[in-house]
């Protein structure tokens, strides 16, 4: 079984992985650590951009029946033959806000990553590229590691559909789109 892990920054996806890999039913293939090792990777600026072209070819040859493939490009650089199931992992964008601050993300890098969690950008695009039966979402907000991977093995099994996460409603509830995108 070939399990993607994906989603924002700060959702929990090597958290995740690490507790997975804990019944030793995967190897890991970490993508930002691959793409940095790989030199596959561009600095830009204050930024680290990475050639997904050449790491989806690069990833095809490393891909193994037993692969945790984990990163917030997944879908963007693993093929959908070599995949069972894409595990989008999603947090409360509040809670993303504080994480960020935490990480001294700037505030357009803080921004970026929420805008894309409020409007599900990794989950659509997991769902355009692996297909809606392959992909499933999980609210981490306030779930412990435990009870994530339970909740995996559960969907892997095919006994649970994941969760059906809109951020949008709460955002409008509190009027506070300025906090997460200019306009």
Known sequence: MVLVITGNPGVGKHTIANELLQSKKHELLDINKIAIDAEIIEKVQDAVE???NNLKKYLDDLITE???VVGHLAPYVVNSKNIDSAIVL?????KLLDIY????YSEKKIKDNLGSEILGIIANDSIINFGQKKTFQIDTTDSTPKTIVSKIDDIINRCDNGDDIDWLPLIQEKNDFKTFFEY
Not at 90 to 94: D, I, Q, S, V
Not at 101 to 104: I, L, N, V
């Open 50 to 52: 990475v050639d997904v």
């Open 66 to 68: 037993k692969s945790l």
């Open 90 to 94: 999603r947090k409360n964008p509040y």
């Open 101 to 104: 601050k935490k990480r001294g």
